[in-house]
């Protein structure tokens, strides 16, 4: 058993509770915001990782949100599988490795990656946060198909 479930538990109630407002108030926006017509379709929404790219401009604020969203997500999806997922999952790894970080901590290594790699601007901010902050924690574990290549 997870000595952290509590305030796992926590995190879920309160980002299960900032998505359901966040969602009341979207859900009120489009009628006076965006009204599409038959002669102007919907716009395609993009769907991609946000990248160094998006990363550089965005206010302290939008970051914080993605690596909320991030947090809260993998939090959620920990205390849904339990101790012995059905499935293979990287949210266990990512939940340990990033317990007792703060929001702002790892604001900051993204920050400073991408400012030390310009050229990876295209590289996207979970990449940076795996990479960066989870893999060096949990090291590099062979898989089941490397190593019966051995």
């Known amino acids: 058993m997870h000595t ?17 407002c966040y969602a009341t108030v979207q859900a009120a926006e489009p009628a006076t915001a965006t009204k599409t017509t038959a002669a102007a379709p919907a716009a395609k929404v993009d769907l991609s990782f946000p990248t160094g790219e ?14 909320l969203g991030i947090r809260d997500m993998a939090a959620a999806e920990y205390q849904l599988t339990g101790p012995n997922p059905k499935h293979r999952t990287l949210v266990e790894k990512l939940v340990e490795s990033l317990d007792g970080m703060t929001l702002r901590q790892i604001m900051e290594t993204v920050d400073s990656y991408y400012k030390a790699n310009p050229d990876k601007q295209k590289q996207t901010i979970f990449e940076v946060v795996w990479f960066q902050l989870v893999q060096p924690k949990i090291g590099t574990q062979p898989t089941k198909s490397s190593s019966k290549a051995k």
């Open 54 to 67: 998006n990363w550089a401009p965005a206010t302290e604020r939008e970051k914080m949100a993605y690596l």
């Open 4 to 20: 952290h479930r509590p305030r796992f538990t926590t995190l879920l109630s309160l980002g299960l509770a900032s998505a359901l």
